[in-house]
């Protein structure tokens, strides 16, 4: 939906129309997407978040964000010894979003001289995480760590730290475990050391096989399935099966 509301329900709607059994989302805006989630299921249309949660929906199959989030800022502050000034990228205002940056702020608290002096929001994506981190960079040009909510703006982050000189410096992490994230821990040189991952194909099987079960009639021990969240490092990820 390119991270538009409109153009989800638009989808939404259309799905409607063609008579689907099962919408699979992830939603731009878990509550504003709650009208099309009910027209949907009015409809007798089974509806299933993956990814972060959905006002409305029947289930939800997620990577466990705050865990996510733990274990990227765990191996940052790890890397960078356990002292020195953080950047977090942050993003759209959504739960799973938020779960993430919440985990990197918790193991800050085991780290005294850990200290974030930098937080904006991007809008999930490469561009306006190299936008942010720029912006940031230049108030606060002696960090050491960038932790990124997400792939894409963890790599607009280490865009930004090699075009301010900064290479050597600074390390990034980020969350998904992305193709994109994987090239970039092979690439020499790269201030991106880690990247705690997510497993989108896992979620929609899990989607599908917890809708069927639905269909069936079967008992659904909890709506809310988390799958949990491993990092992948320059050490591990020749041997990282991606997505």
């Known amino acids: 939906a390119q991270v538009d509301l409109a153009n989800q329900n638009t989808q939404i709607d259309a799905f409607i129309q063609q008579k689907v059994d099962l919408i699979i989302i992830s939603a731009v805006d878990e509550s504003g997407i709650e009208p099309a989630i009910q027209r949907a299921k009015a409809a007798g249309i089974i509806v299933i978040a993956v990814d972060t949660p959905a006002r409305g929906a029947d289930a939800a199959i997620m990577t466990n964000a705050i865990q996510a989030g733990e274990t990227s800022c765990e191996y940052l502050f790890s890397q960078m010894g356990g002292k020195g000034k953080v950047l977090l990228v942050d993003g759209t205002p959504i739960q799973t979003i938020i779960d993430r940056i919440k985990g990197c702020k918790n193991v800050a608290q ?85 990247t705690a991952t997510q497993n989108p194909g896992e979620m929609v099987r899990q989607a599908i096989s917890l809708a069927q079960d639905m269909v069936d009639g079967k008992h659904i021990a909890s709506p809310t399935v988390l799958i949990p969240s491993v990092l992948v490092t320059r050490d591990n990820v020749d041997s990282y099966p991606g997505w």
Request: charged share 20%.
């Open 110 to 194: 085991k780290y005294p001289d850990i200290k974030i002096v930098g937080q904006q929001a991007s809008r999930n994506d490469r561009a306006s995480g190299l936008m942010v981190t720029t912006d940031m960079l230049t108030a606060n040009p002696d960090v050491s760590g960038i932790f990124g909510m997400n792939d894409p703006a963890a790599l607009g982050a280490v865009l930004a730290v090699e075009q301010a000189g900064k290479a050597g410096a600074i390390k990034v992490t980020g969350v998904d475990g992305s193709p994109e994230a994987v090239e970039e821990l092979k690439r020499s040189g790269s201030p991106f050391i880690g």
